[in-house]
């Protein structure tokens, strides 16, 4: 049987409020780069984010890439036109 094997972990992603006091806080507690930021992406069709992502309504998104001590992390912000909060399916819970 030829099993899978994990060599490794290339990054998380985190679905976060906001990116200025995610991007503040991992950068003043732990040190953190940011590699770059991406967007506002938004739409490519009417409900892509929806059926791809598990947004809510019409949103766009942006992207902050950082490194935290050899850690990749993808830090990601919905909203929607009104630059309103855009709940993606990981905040159900709110």
């Known amino acids: 049987m030829n099993r899978a094997r994990i ?3 290339d990054h998380f992603g985190l679905t976060i409020r906001s990116l200025r006091q995610a991007t503040h806080d991992l950068e003043n507690a732990l040190g953190a780069e940011v590699c770059y930021v991406e967007g506002p ?3 490519r069709e009417p409900g892509w984010m929806a059926t791809k992502l598990g947004a809510r309504g019409s ?3 942006t992207v902050t890439a950082m490194n935290v ?3 990749n992390l ?3 912000e919905y909203a929607d036109a ?3 909060r855009c709940r993606a399916g990981a905040l159900k819970s709110d």
């Open 7 to 9: 060599r490794g972990i």
């Open 59 to 61: 949103c766009s998104l």
């Open 82 to 84: 009104e630059r309103l």
């Open 69 to 71: 001590q050899g850690i």
């Open 41 to 43: 992406i938004t739409d």
């Open 74 to 76: 993808e830090l990601f």
